[in-house]
Nanobody, 124 residues
């Protein structure tokens, strides 16, 4: 079973950047998809981005397209979420998740392994 651990969250001013990391241990993520989700207080967890590990094909939520970039390092078994031009509405706990297969589903229930999350706070 794979375990996921996020890092890289913090406090940043609007317009700034952060890079989140998600280290996978226990098994390789080959033949898997890594997704990033976020959850703001009082709101449901929502899809942010996903990458198919083998092909590096990516998908993004409309709200972050052209600002965020998901990537992965196969050697380090680590995924990344580069977040640029951050806005106060990006404030949330960010989670990485994994699922077997190649489909980059956007639903929370499609992913069966989750990290504990990292807080991102964007001040105005």
């Amino acid at each position: 079973q794979v375990q996921l651990e996020e890092s890289g969250g913090g406090l940043v001013q609007a317009g700034g950047s952060l890079r989140l990391s998600c280290v996978a241990s226990g098994r390789t993520l080959l033949n898997s998809v890594m997704g990033w989700f976020r959850q703001a207080p009082g709101r449901e967890r929502e899809f942010v981005a996903a990458v198919t590990w083998g092909s590096q094909i990516t998908s993004y939520a409309d709200s972050v397209k052209d600002r965020f970039a998901i990537s992965r390092d196969r050697v380090k078994n680590t995924g990344y979420l580069q977040m640029n031009k951050l806005k106060p509405e990006d404030t949330a706990v960010y989670y990485c998740a994994a699922r077997r297969g190649s489909n980059r589903y956007t639903g929370v229930s499609a992913y069966d392994v989750w990290g504990r999350g990292t807080q991102v706070t964007v001040s105005s």
